[in-house]
């Protein structure tokens, strides 16, 4: 859906996205890391869809009635990438403690917009997040966030300051203070930085399936790490070591740069 174009707005809640910095550029520059689409509370036979704007950390939300989008009246936690699943958005939030130490990391679920019940009309808002889940730091040491694989969420993240092990545990088991590291995910495979995606081992046979691709820190760099056993190996061989370069390369490379957004 095309931006609509900027008129004026007299709610309170409703905000011109170029009043957040100032300038309509910064609009233009505004990075859409993630886009949900739902129905409820959308005026008739309309849409809904929601922007995470990395740049003005705020949510927007617009129909394919309206004339112009409607900014978050609060800020957004961005250190994580979201993830949009059936219509709502899920992030990942670290709570600090004041000495910086025992952090917990919070799951929140952001809801499609509802009529708003200040007495303005059909006036629609975007209501706060929900925490619906808490994850002890020493529990998951960092988090990378979140991952839709088949029809279940899954929270990722290090289970070490080295990098060198990865943790995969269902949202829903999260929920219920459930920690049971996955060993299996189906056969598939997930893709993790600035965004996870999740694609299947048939389209990959030089990955192993149950796996997670990721950059290391140390050799083999482009690793993955496959759950059950807890091992590191080279996620391409030694012809595709420079990736897209003049040469051969390795479809790895290609699924792993639709997790980069500049790429």
């Known amino acids: 859906m095309p931006s609509p174009p900027g008129a004026s707005s ?19 520059r505004a990075t859409c890391s993630t886009t949900s689409a739902s129905e409820p509370s959308a005026p008739a036979g309309a849409m809904t ?18 004339r112009q989008w409607t900014l978050s009246s609060w800020p957004c936690p ?11 958005l899920y992030m990942v939030y670290t709570a600090s403690t004041s000495c910086g130490k025992n952090n917990v990391h919070q799951v929140l679920q952001i809801d499609p917009p509802v009529q708003d019940r200040d007495g303005q009309g059909a006036v629609r808002a975007l209501q706060p997040p929900k925490l619906i889940a808490t994850v002890p730091e020493h529990k998951l040491v960092y988090p990378y966030g ?9 929270v990722l993240g290090h289970n070490d300051w080295f990098g ?13 203070q459930r920690f049971i590291p996955m060993k299996s995910i189906g056969g598939s495979i997930l893709f993790i930085d600035e965004r996870s995606i999740s694609v299947s081992s048939k389209v990959l046979p030089t990955v ?29 061989d030694n012809c595709s070591l420079y990736g897209r370069t003049p040469g051969p390369s390795s479809l790895v490379h290609h699924v792993f740069s639709c997790s980069i957004r500049n790429q």
């Not at 007299?10 to 233009?28: E, I, K, M, P, V």
């Not at 979140?146 to 899954?154: K, Y």
């Open 78 to 88: 961005m250190r994580y990438p979201p993830l949009s699943f059936q219509g709502k």
């Open 49 to 66: 869809i929601m922007l995470a704007l990395d740049e003005v950390s705020r949510l927007a939300f617009a129909t394919s009635m309206d």
């Open 208 to 236: 192993k399936g149950d796996s997670v691709v990721y950059i290391y820190s140390g050799h083999p760099y482009l690793a993955q790490y496959h759950l059950s056993s807890g091992s590191l190996s080279p996620a391409i």
């Open 146 to 154: 979140l991952v839709e694989c088949g029809s279940e969420i899954l």
């Open 164 to 176: 060198s092990q990865i943790l995969v545990c269902k949202l829903s088991d999260i929920m219920l």
């Open 10 to 28: 007299g709610a309170h809640n409703r905000r011109r996205a170029t009043d957040d910095r100032g300038s309509r550029a910064c609009w233009r």
